[in-house]
Nanobody
Framework: QVQLVESGGRSVEVGGPLRLPCAAP????????MGWSRQAPVKEREFVAAINLIGSGMNYADFVMGRFTISRDNAKNTLYLQMNSLKPEDTAVYYC????????????????WGQGTQVTVSS
């Protein structure tokens, strides 16, 4: 099992950048493919991005392609989501998630979840 702790969420202006870290203490971080999902009010949780075990392969939802970048630092047991050109519709609680093995692009494929961090984008 892996513990996940997101941070970095805050209010930002439209067009601004924000980086979300997700810490995963322990020795097993490299054993997990990682992902980010988000959930806006009255909406279902949706997949945002995923990265493989060593950080060589990534997948993105169409609505963040070219704006968001997922990365990981296995030496620091930390996952990141760099968000640029933020839009009001990016407002949501952002969750990091982990699963053993290969990456998947659906939220249901992840076994472990953090508590989430709130991102609010306003003009």
């Amino acid at each position: 099992q892996v513990q996940l702790v997101e941070s970095g969420g805050r209010s930002v202006e439209v067009g601004g950048p924000l980086r979300l870290p997700c810490a995963a203490p322990g020795r097993t971080f490299i054993s997990y493919a990682m992902g980010w999902s988000r959930q806006a009010p009255v909406k279902e949780r949706e997949f945002v991005a995923a990265i493989n075990l060593i950080g060589s392969g990534m997948n993105y939802a169409d609505f963040v392609m070219g704006r968001f970048t997922i990365s990981r630092d296995n030496a620091k047991n930390t996952l990141y989501l760099q968000m640029n050109s933020l839009k009001p519709e990016d407002t949501a609680v952002y969750y990091c998630a982990a699963r053993p093995g290969v990456i998947v692009v659906v939220t249901s494929g992840y076994y472990y979840w953090g508590q989430g961090t709130q991102v609010t984008v306003s003009s």
